[in-house]
């Protein structure tokens, strides 16, 4: 699991980023702003949709936790 401050710390870039592509300015290293699973921390398999990664999300889609997400099967 990821540290929580991996997690404050990847929100903080994020919003600097938009700050300044709201103020008009461009963001300095845009690059390192990218986005973690809001659960755990998980940086890759991040769906933008749900704010959280493909594991988390496949958990709480099986406890129906997630309006609107149901289980398929064929």
């Given at each position: 699991?990821?540290?929580k401050?991996l ?9 600097e ?6 103020a ?15 659960l755990?921390?998980?940086?890759h ?7 959280m ?6 958990e709480?889609?099986r ?12």
């Amino acid at each position: 699991m990821a540290k929580k401050s991996l997690i404050v710390k990847s929100e903080r870039k994020k919003k600097e980023v938009l700050q300044a592509k709201a103020a008009g300015k461009k963001p300095t290293m845009p690059t390192r702003a990218y986005n973690r699973c809001k659960l755990c921390g998980r940086p890759h398999g991040y769906m933008r949709q749900f704010d959280m990664c493909r594991i988390c999300f496949r958990e709480l889609a099986r406890e129906g936790k997630i309006m609107g997400i149901k289980k398929s099967s064929w």
